[in-house]
């Protein structure tokens, strides 16, 4: 199944579409700030470590793409492989050699992977890219009035290397999170698209009811939703956003592994 997986999502004409979300959102954010020269004096020592989208380029308008994009980049690979299986008879095949529950999990752990890697390399590429412009040399000064309300920024300073791999990681699982919860709401309604907006809505319409209710208790700010979670110079991250992560997750495990095992998936 892996290997099928694998053809499934790089034989699609929508691969050529993730692919150009996240060249298109390398290429906005490189081309533009390629030409600054190294100034030993500015706040932040231009390196590969602190020119990435992830911090120089936060906000900009590459890294805002890439924010509301990775909603679509998450769910296109394989959200829609149920729906697909059973609507073009390829999960009979797989029923007749593989329990219910060892197909179920197949297809979502994979689809978990795929939504993770969508949006982790984008990153990933664009911190590569950086390393070839600008020396990467560790980070030696920064500004810590500008920087210390930032999520896990104090690693940046000790080990920018084990910073980016934190952050690679929260990316994928905030991907895997959103795919999942797609692939839940493809299957829930029968439909290969809804679950690509569907997230979106969800999460704008969870984040306002969310802000305003942060709101009226006195304390603004407290809640973004997954947007703050993919968000590289987030406010230090509260407990409520990763329960609000984990709830996303704990859905589409319960329905797809205590609810939908249970029913005629034939």
Known sequence: MIRESFY?????KRIFLILLVIIGINVFDIIPRNALTLAASSPIIQSA?????????AYGSP????TFLSFILASLPMADCLVEDRDTGI?????????KKKYLRDRFLLNFVYGGLSLAVVIFINLLVWMMLR????VTHYNVNLLNNFFLIDLLEKSPIFYYIAMLLRLFVVGGTMASFAMFLNDLFKSRYIGIGGVFILDIVISLVGTI???KIGKPGSFGGLTRLVDG???NLGLIDFLYLMLLLVIPLVYFFVIKKDREVL
């Open 135 to 138: 020396p990467s040399s560790p």
């Open 63 to 66: 890294y805002v793409a890439f």
């Open 91 to 99: 999960n009979k095949i797989y029923l007749l050699k593989i329990s």
């Open 49 to 57: 470590f602190v020119d990435n989208i992830m911090i120089n380029g």
């Open 233 to 235: 110079l987030a406010l």
């Open 8 to 12: 499934r999502v790089f034989k699609r």
């Open 213 to 215: 209710i942060f709101e």
